[in-house]
């Protein structure tokens, strides 16, 4: 059965530096999306994207966060400069045309030391 | 603004029936949803109903919406072991306007099965 995939499990990194988190949606699905688990907290929105633009975006996700969609199966998340409190799991998740069943990686446990 | 709650944590016995419930604020969603995270995993998801539904039923798991008082429940039947695990409730919106369904989360319940 087709999955969402993440890369890596767990990521740390310094506060202040930069890093990438990698999601595989499923092929045939047209939205993206990340998502955050702060420890004990909601799963929160931060982006959707569609047709290679960003098509909603969460007051969380700020200036020092982008996505892209290098090639035709990766979807990035990338924090320029991170801070402490952006320690979470991070979830990419992708739906299809049908626009009703999102279905999520595993996550990316993101420590930010 | 949009918020979804739901009670923390539930405790059965093994081979009863589990009730998880939920409660919505924006009448305006389309799609209502349950997600299960198991320890250290992902959100796999378990079922979802459209709002204009009231009851829909998958093997042993049954959701009941009451979109007048904004209330969504998931029911598992025969709860087994395996089912401990944290469930998310979640809410989609119309897609115009840009939004292209993004979900609005509980905090989830936990579900804890006594052998």
């Given at each position: 059965e087709p999955e969402v995939t993440q890369t890596p499990s767990h990521q740390v990194t310094q506060m202040g530096q930069e890093v990438i988190l990698r999601c595989v949606p499923i092929?045939?699905?047209?939205y993206f999306y990340w998502y955050r688990q702060i420890l004990g907290q909601k799963v929160e929105f931060l982006v959707s994207f569609y047709n290679n633009e960003i098509s909603e975006k969460s007051e969380?996700?700020?200036?020092q966060f982008s996505v892209e969609r290098p090639d035709g199966s990766n979807f990035t998340l990338k924090i320029r400069s991170t801070k402490l409190e952006d320690s979470a799991m991070y979830f990419c998740a992708s739906m299809d045309r049908t626009l009703y069943e999102q279905y999520f990686g595993p996550g990316t446990r993101l420590t930010v030391t | 603004g949009e918020d979804v709650e739901q009670s923390l944590f539930l405790s059965v016995r093994e081979g009863d029936s589990s009730v998880i419930n939920c409660t919505y604020t924006?009448?305006?969603?389309?799609y209502l949803y349950w997600y299960k995270q198991e320890p250290g995993a992902g959100l796999q998801l378990l079922t979802y109903i459209f709002s204009n539904m009231d009851m829909k039923q998958d093997q042993r798991l049954t959701v009941l919406l009451n979109k007048k008082d904004k209330h969504l429940s998931l029911r598992i039947a025969d709860?087994?072991?395996?089912?401990?695990a944290i469930y998310f409730c979640a809410e989609s919106y119309p897609h115009?306007?840009?939004?292209?369904?993004n979900l609005i989360f509980g905090k989830g319940t936990k579900l804890s099965v006594k052998p």
């Open positions: 092929s045939n699905h047209l969380i996700f700020d200036d | 924006d009448s305006s969603s389309t709860t087994q072991t395996g089912d401990s115009y306007g840009g939004s292209q369904g």
